[in-house]
């Protein structure tokens, strides 16, 4: 008796274990470079249901890396972005129970952009005038030889 209902127990785990290795979720994984092919950090990728409408993002890594990795099963939309770049879009993305599904963007440089503000200012030279003037201190009159009357300050 003990030994049938030691075996009824592993029958029933024997057949438990199938039920606990289904998958539930699938994945999306990729990478995000630019032009030139080098990973790019720091974009932000976003992957919508279509069908539900729910909305999950994450960033990539240092190795241009993102993954999502427990998505309900259905067809995403997945965008990456990034400020001074192209926004890549994927539209139509199936993800089935247990599939992890490889997505990889390239960003293209977005349009460069440039302004120039010219601002206007008065001169530090009056140019309407062409007059010439120069301040003479005390100290200098002091260094200049003198003489009996104020003519010998004009000849030297």
Known sequence: MRFRNIALVFLLL???MPALAQEQRGAIEGVVKDASG???PGVTVEAKNTSVGSVVSTVT????VF???ALAAGTYEVTASLQGFNTAKNSAV???LGQI?????????AGVTESVQVTGESPLVDVRQ???????????????????????LVTH
């Open 101 to 109: 599904k490889k997505v990889d963007f390239t960003l293209a440089v």
């Open 14 to 16: 024997a057949l438990a």
């Open 130 to 152: 062409s007059a010439r003037s120069t301040s003479i201190r005390g100290e200098q009159i002091d260094l200049l030889p003198k003489g009996r009357d104020f003519t010998t």
């Open 61 to 64: 890594d240092a190795n241009g």
């Open 94 to 96: 199936p993800i089935t």
């Open 67 to 69: 993954r999502f990795p």
């Open 38 to 40: 080098a990973v790019m």
